[in-house]
């Protein structure tokens, strides 16, 4: 005999781990129906990695001295093969993986895009959680400034389908290798002239990763910050251009932007153009896409120099905005409700409703509470029509005793003026005409 569990023993989901509901599933397949939408103009083709990869892919592909690995990673050693795993903590390095893996760019390049859960162990808050979900646009072995702005204006049509306003557009640039270390250096003689200003954290990554302090939260640093050698200071002439191509570019398709200084990568493979998109609607959580080129990234990870340049998305975030925005769609409702008086016209109703499911009308079928015996009743018609009006269908569909036996299946509008909600007979052999009918509505 199983043991009930108490009521200290009731098991809930983990904190920042977030079940997903019916209610609110449906505003997911919405945006996931707008993005694949989309994903399609362009060209991007979806690809689905792994959510647990080796550990070593994301101290080389994110670094060792950000964060994410030092702090939000969740990690752990295989108990059977002794091997060093981790759940994704984002997806970028996992394409990355792949396409050296699969050798994705051996004839040209790729244009991908993926949704899914990513992992990260931090403090819950609105808009950033432990299980969250990213979309992520990667454009792999394009060198061209036209691809960097290309993704911008990918982003901006998405947010645009989906009816988003009131949000802004940052961009940078990061030149090369030779001006980001050029700029590096004077970040850190900088920053060592104010080390009386540095928090514990500035301090940290000082001589480690100096172009973190830059994105510094801490308003006491804010000033002295503000007033840091830019990196834009350190570029050369085809950097320049390089940055000029894509302002141009996106002046053309109507995109509305503005350079930050401040918006920096704090990784050595990254070059050349980085952006946000910005809403100043959710608090402090207002990032909600970040991307940029990462020309470098593919050799770290052990394959041949390739360019590439990405985006990710919090889902989550987007949603949140929408909500905030009023631009939802309401909850899908079924397009009939069929109300079922006795057991013993099952057979004829499910074969007549698999005929309308089969021209595309959503119908839900009343069941009973308990089991039923030949000739026993469903329930009583009241209590029937009341939750079919509560589905939110807009016709209540009648198989009585005395419809079925004229062939005939009574339909009774439940929207609309209650006046003209008379109900109206349709033999069965019409329910196709019906639902024909119905789908043009």
Same mark, same amino acid.
């Given at each position: 005999?199983?043991?009930?569990?108490?009521?200290?023993?009731?098991?809930?989901?983990?904190?920042?781990?977030?079940?997903?509901?019916?209610?609110?599933?449906?505003?997911?397949?919405?945006?996931?129906?707008?993005?694949?939408?989309?994903?399609?103009?362009?060209?991007?083709?979806?690809?689905?990695?792994?959510?647990?990869?080796?550990?070593?892919?994301?101290?080389?592909?994110?670094?060792?001295?950000?964060?994410?690995?030092?702090?939000?990673?969740?990690?752990?050693?295989?108990?059977?093969?002794?091997?060093?795993?981790?759940?994704?903590?984002?997806?970028?390095?996992?394409?990355?993986?792949?396409?050296?893996?699969?050798?994705?760019?051996?004839?040209?390049?790729?244009?991908?895009?993926?949704?899914?859960?990513?992992?990260?162990?931090?403090?819950?808050?609105?808009?950033?959680?432990?299980?969250?979900?990213?979309?992520?646009?990667?454009?792999?072995?394009?060198? =061209?400034?036209?691809?960097?702005?290309?993704?911008?204006?990918?982003?901006?049509? !998405? *947010? /645009?389908? @989906? #009816?988003? %306003?009131?949000?802004?557009?940052?961009?940078?640039?990061?030149?090369?290798?030779?001006?980001?270390?050029?700029?590096?250096?004077?970040?850190?003689?900088?920053?060592?002239?104010?080390?009386?200003?540095?928090?514990?954290?500035?301090?940290?990554?000082?001589?480690?990763?100096?172009?973190?302090?830059?994105?510094?939260?801490?308003?006491?640093?804010?000033?002295?910050?503000?007033?840091?050698?830019?990196?834009?200071?350190?570029?050369?002439?085809?950097?320049?251009?390089?940055?000029?191509?894509?302002?141009?570019?996106?002046?053309?398709?109507?995109?509305?932007?503005?350079?930050?200084?401040?918006?920096?990568?704090?990784?050595?493979?990254?070059?050349?153009?980085?952006?946000?998109?910005?809403?100043?609607?959710? =608090?402090?959580?207002?990032?909600?896409?970040?991307?940029?080129?990462?020309?470098? !990234? *593919? /050799?770290? @990870? #052990?394959? %041949?120099?390739?360019?590439?340049?990405?985006?990710?998305?919090?889902?989550?975030?987007?949603?949140?905005?929408?909500?905030?925005?009023?631009?939802?769609?309401?909850?899908?409702?079924?397009?009939?409700?069929?109300?079922?008086?006795?057991?013993?016209?099952?057979?004829?109703?499910?074969?007549?409703?698999?005929?309308?499911?089969?021209?595309?009308?959503?119908?839900?079928?009343?069941?009973?509470?308990?089991?039923?015996?030949?000739?026993?009743?469903?329930?009583?018609?009241?209590?029937?029509?009341?939750?079919?009006?509560?589905?939110?269908?807009?016709?209540?569909?009648?198989?009585?005793?005395?419809?079925?036996?004229?062939?005939?299946?009574?339909?009774?509008?439940?929207?609309?003026?209650?006046?003209?909600?008379?109900?109206?007979?349709?033999?069965?052999?019409?329910?196709?005409?019906?639902?024909?009918?119905?789908?043009?509505?």
């Amino acid at each position: 005999m199983v043991e009930k569990a108490s009521k200290a023993d009731k098991l809930s989901a983990i904190k920042g781990m977030n079940d997903i509901l019916p209610s609110q599933s449906a505003h997911w397949e919405w945006f996931e129906e707008t993005v694949r939408g989309v994903m399609a103009t362009y060209g991007y083709r979806n690809i689905r990695t792994p959510i647990v990869e080796p550990t070593a892919l994301f101290v080389r592909g994110t670094g060792d001295t950000t964060d994410i690995v030092e702090k939000e990673m969740y990690s752990f050693e295989d108990r059977l093969n002794g091997e060093h795993l981790t759940l994704r903590p984002e997806n970028t390095p996992g394409v990355v993986r792949a396409a050296i893996e699969h050798n994705l760019t051996y004839e040209g390049g790729k244009r991908l895009f993926y949704m899914g859960p990513m992992f990260r162990h931090e403090r819950p808050q609105r808009g950033r959680y432990r299980q969250f979900y990213q979309l992520g646009a990667e454009a792999l072995g394009f060198s =061209g400034s036209e691809v960097d702005a290309e993704a911008m204006v990918l982003v901006h049509q !998405l *947010f /645009e389908k @989906l #009816g988003l %306003k009131q949000f802004r557009v940052e961009m940078n640039s990061l030149g090369v290798p030779a001006e980001r270390l050029a700029h590096r250096q004077a970040l850190i003689t900088y920053f060592e002239q104010h080390r009386n200003e540095l928090d514990a954290d500035a301090q940290r990554r000082l001589l480690t990763n100096p172009l973190r302090i830059l994105d510094t939260k801490n308003p006491a640093m804010q000033d002295m910050v503000k007033a840091a050698p830019q990196l834009l200071s350190f570029l050369g002439e085809s950097s320049l251009k390089h940055l000029d191509t894509v302002k141009g570019l996106l002046d053309a398709c109507g995109v509305a932007w503005s350079v930050n200084p401040r918006l920096v990568r704090g990784l050595d493979y990254y070059s050349h153009t980085v952006f946000e998109f910005i809403t100043d609607e959710l =608090g402090a959580q207002g990032t909600l896409c970040g991307g940029g080129r990462y020309d470098g !990234l *593919f /050799e770290i @990870l #052990g394959g %041949k120099p390739t360019p590439a340049v990405g985006w990710g998305m919090g889902i989550e975030r987007v949603l949140e905005l929408l909500k905030t925005q009023s631009l939802l769609p309401a909850e899908p409702t079924p397009d009939a409700f069929a109300i079922i008086p006795h057991s013993d016209s099952l057979p004829v109703v499910m074969t007549t409703l698999q005929t309308l499911r089969a021209q595309g009308v959503c119908v839900q079928m009343h069941a009973a509470g308990a089991a039923t015996s030949e000739g026993e009743r469903m329930g009583s018609m009241k209590s029937q029509f009341k939750k079919a009006d509560s589905s939110g269908a807009r016709f209540a569909l009648v198989f009585g005793a005395d419809e079925l036996a004229q062939g005939c299946v009574a339909i009774k509008a439940l929207r609309g003026d209650p006046a003209q909600n008379q109900q109206r007979l349709v033999p069965l052999a019409d329910a196709v005409r019906w639902a024909a009918s119905l789908r043009q509505v």
